[in-house]
């Protein structure tokens, strides 16, 4: 993703600032989302499994990337509290 674009970027629902998920975060998401246990904030399931996403910097929403460009609806995004055990790399800028 474009380092710019990322940097003018933030959730449109707590204004917080986002980074890209690391590797670790992104198959552990992807595990849970194969097992059938992840809904967006609307509530609708997760069927397909993200190859690339951004993460709020405290950790609490996700928000997928399709082609380079991020889906930055509110009703699409992915809350973590949902996700047994999902540790975020806090604290990363």
């Known amino acids: 993703m474009d380092k710019r674009l990322l940097d ?40 397909e499994p993200i190859t690339e996403g951004l993460i709020t910097t405290d950790g609490q929403l996700v928000y997928r990337v399709e082609d380079g460009i991020p889906v930055m609806l509110p009703e699409a995004g992915i809350g973590t509290l949902q996700l047994s055990g999902f540790a975020p790399e806090t604290g990363r800028a």
Do not use: F, Y
Request: aromatic fraction near 0%.
């Open 8 to 47: 003018i970027l933030c959730c449109p629902v707590s204004k917080r600032p986002l980074r890209p998920l690391t590797a670790a975060e992104r198959d552990q998401l992807n595990g849970a989302i194969r097992a059938g246990a992840v809904d967006t904030v609307a509530g609708e399931k997760v069927a």
